[in-house]
């Protein structure tokens, strides 16, 4: 079974922090994807990566940078963290070989306050 | 631009009441429409590909089809497990990512 695992669950933090959040995936999959989700609005993609030290924005990059140093591991990082980046982070990952479906980790839940 | 559009926005059914959630997309090349569920305070999980028009996948009480311009997920005498969001997403032709509707909220009750 596919496995995509996050760093926290649950995360508080102050304005200002700067904030690192990690995913690693243990399926040697190319792609992987970092997207908040947020009532109302729906799942946003802010970054993704097709390959290590290879990055690409999506939809929200503002605020947020991404690091890929290796294939298995994907970390979203909010250099100065504010109120509206309160949110749920989802990171998912991309078999290879043509198929297109994602696999989700379980989410970090992180509070700014 | 590409769009994907779920209703109802929420449903609620008693346990035992069969029905069927709606995604609609307008999007040239499709390549696959995927069905999740998700839990709340969850990530989503990944039910079904329908890759073609006339393409049907099962799963327990869960059927998703697909048409040239929607998507519908039937559920057959669901239980209250079968409680959650459904989410659908799109592949589009020549990209890397998915395009996710806002998903349908069901709710069903004993």
């Known amino acids: 079974d596919v496995k995509v695992t996050q760093s926290s669950r649950y995360l508080v933090k102050r304005t200002g922090e700067k904030v690192f959040l990690e995913c690693v995936q243990d399926?040697?999959?190319?792609?992987m994807f970092w997207y908040r989700q947020d009532p109302g609005l729906g799942l946003r993609l802010i970054y993704f990566s097709y390959d290590v030290k290879m990055k690409e924005k999506g939809d929200i990059p503002e605020g947020y940078s991404v690091s890929r140093e290796k294939k298995e591991r994907f970390s979203l990082i909010l250099e100065s963290a504010s109120t509206n980046q309160t949110s749920m982070y989802l990171c998912?990952?991309?078999?290879?070989?043509?198929?297109?479906?994602?696999?989700f980790g379980p989410g970090t839940r992180l509070t700014v306050t | 631009e590409d769009q994907v559009t779920q209703s109802p926005e929420a449903l609620r059914l008693q346990e035992g009441e069969s029905s069927s959630l709606n995604c609609s997309y307008t999007?040239?090349?499709?390549?696959?429409l995927f069905w999740y569920r998700q839990d709340p305070g969850k990530g989503p999980e990944f039910l079904f590909t329908?890759?073609?028009a006339g393409e049907e996948k099962e799963k327990e009480r869960l059927k998703a089809t697909l048409t040239k311009k929607e998507s519908f997920l039937h559920i057959t005498a669901p239980k209250p497990e079968d409680s959650a969001t459904y989410l659908c997403a799109v592949y589009k032709a020549g990209y890397s990512t998915l395009t996710f509707g806002k998903g349908t909220m069901l709710l069903v009750s004993p």
């Open positions: 399926m040697d999959h190319e792609n």
């Open positions: 329908l890759y073609s």
């Open positions: 999007v040239s090349g499709l390549r696959g």
């Open positions: 998912a990952s991309t078999p290879t070989g043509g198929k297109y479906e994602q696999y």
